[in-house]
């Protein structure tokens, strides 16, 4: 009798009208627009759909497009954390500035952070001129600095360093500059309120024990973190990956070298091959979705097992 009147006085509807709402929201907004472009990706047949997403140029932004956006994912993984950690667990002056920056990225328009980060990181910027051949970071890296050494070019060392210092601005290390500004909020978000939550006193039980601090944060801390950590990288990462207006400038979309995928596709769009804009998206969609879904399973994974333990 009470179970009934209890189902009666639900709150939300019942789970079809519930379930059925859910999934047209979803179908219009996600699975028909996807759908629709597998099909307009097979539109000319095969071969077309094969030459565009295997030519030189594509192969070249998949490499530089997955391999930075995994570089700066990682990255903010390891900095997301300490600035998380360093807001939850200290108090220090500036500490609302700080962490009001944080969310900076979400606000700021991609376009300026883009301008912004090529002003900066340029040969002629504030932080690039250091690097350059005539700064005092870069001339350690000519033939005639500190080390040296001339890397033959076409190698990855000779690629970033030719013999005139260290170029930021329009190479894949400023691509991943720009990707790890976009994606930092995303780990520290994540993260900070899972920190928060954190019990001090097991960790205190833990050094009353005698673990030290590599113990402690492996055995005690990282378990608890290592679901929300893991969260905030995939949630970094498929940010950068679709990333185009802080990267644009940036990157100087030299192709072959510093073009990104979703240029890529901005590219074959202004030449009307709508087709093999589309087949190029395919791409990056399915192995969007394969690495996230050996994140989510790495994520399950890590709570079972940690929580075995």
């Given at each position: 009798?009470?179970?009934?009147?209890?189902?009666r006085h639900?709150?939300?509807?019942?789970?079809?009208?519930?379930?059925?709402?859910?999934?047209?929201?979803?179908?219009?907004?996600?699975?028909?627009?996807l759908?629709?472009?597998?099909?307009k990706?097979?539109?000319?047949?095969?071969?077309?759909?094969w030459?565009a997403?295997?030519?030189?140029?594509?192969?070249?932004?998949?490499?530089?497009?997955?391999?930075?956006?995994?570089?700066?994912?990682?990255?903010?993984?390891?900095?997301?954390?300490?600035?998380?950690?360093?807001?939850?667990?200290?108090?220090?002056?500036?500490k609302?500035?700080?962490?009001?920056?944080?969310?900076?990225?979400?606000?700021?328009?991609?376009?300026?952070a883009?301008i912004?980060?090529t002003?900066?990181?340029?040969?002629?910027?504030?932080?690039?001129?250091?690097?350059?051949?005539?700064g005092?970071?870069?001339?350690?890296?000519?033939p005639?600095?500190?080390?040296?050494?001339?890397?033959?070019?076409?190698?990855?060392?000779?690629?970033?360093?030719?013999?005139?210092g260290?170029?930021?601005?329009?190479?894949?290390?400023?691509?991943t500059?720009?990707?790890?500004?976009?994606?930092?909020?995303?780990?520290?978000?994540?993260?900070q309120p899972?920190?928060?939550?954190?019990?001090?006193?097991?960790?205190?039980?833990?050094?009353?024990?005698?673990?030290?601090?590599?113990?402690?944060?492996?055995?005690?801390?990282?378990?608890?973190l290592l679901?929300?950590?893991?969260?905030?990288?995939s949630?970094?990462?498929?940010?950068?990956l679709?990333e185009y207006?802080?990267?644009?400038?940036?990157?100087?979309?030299?192709?072959?070298?510093?073009?990104?995928?979703?240029?890529?596709?901005?590219?074959?769009?202004?030449?009307?091959?709508?087709?093999?804009a589309?087949?190029?998206?395919?791409?990056?969609?399915?192995?969007?979705?394969?690495?996230?879904?050996?994140?989510?399973?790495?994520?399950?994974w890590?709570?079972?097992?940690?929580?075995r333990?």
């Amino acid at each position: 009798m009470f179970l009934s009147q209890h189902r009666r006085h639900r709150v939300l509807p019942g789970f079809g009208l519930t379930m059925g709402f859910s999934l047209t929201y979803l179908s219009l907004l996600i699975l028909i627009p996807l759908a629709g472009i597998f099909f307009k990706s097979a539109e000319h047949g095969w071969p077309h759909f094969w030459h565009a997403v295997s030519g030189q140029f594509a192969v070249a932004s998949y490499r530089l497009s997955f391999g930075a956006s995994l570089a700066s994912a990682a990255v903010n993984a390891v900095f997301g954390l300490i600035v998380a950690w360093a807001l939850v667990r200290y108090e220090f002056p500036g500490k609302r500035l700080v962490d009001a920056c944080v969310d900076l990225p979400f606000a700021l328009p991609t376009a300026v952070a883009g301008i912004a980060l090529t002003t900066i990181y340029s040969p002629h910027g504030w932080i690039g001129r250091s690097f350059s051949a005539q700064g005092f970071i870069g001339s350690a890296f000519t033939p005639s600095g500190w080390f040296g050494q001339h890397f033959p070019p076409g190698t990855w060392l000779g690629d970033l360093l030719p013999g005139n210092g260290i170029p930021i601005a329009y190479t894949w290390l400023g691509v991943t500059i720009a990707l790890t500004f976009i994606g930092l909020p995303f780990v520290v978000r994540t993260v900070q309120p899972v920190l928060a939550d954190l019990r001090l006193d097991f960790e205190e039980a833990a050094a009353s024990l005698g673990a030290n601090y590599a113990q402690i944060f492996c055995r005690v801390i990282l378990p608890e973190l290592l679901p929300a950590l893991l969260t905030g990288f995939s949630l970094a990462f498929a940010r950068a990956l679709g990333e185009y207006g802080s990267v644009i400038f940036i990157a100087g979309n030299i192709p072959g070298k510093t073009e990104i995928t979703p240029r890529v596709i901005i590219v074959k769009l202004e030449d009307y091959d709508y087709a093999g804009a589309a087949a190029v998206a395919v791409v990056m969609l399915l192995f969007s979705f394969i690495i996230m879904l050996a994140i989510n399973l790495t994520q399950w994974w890590s709570s079972r097992f940690y929580t075995r333990i």
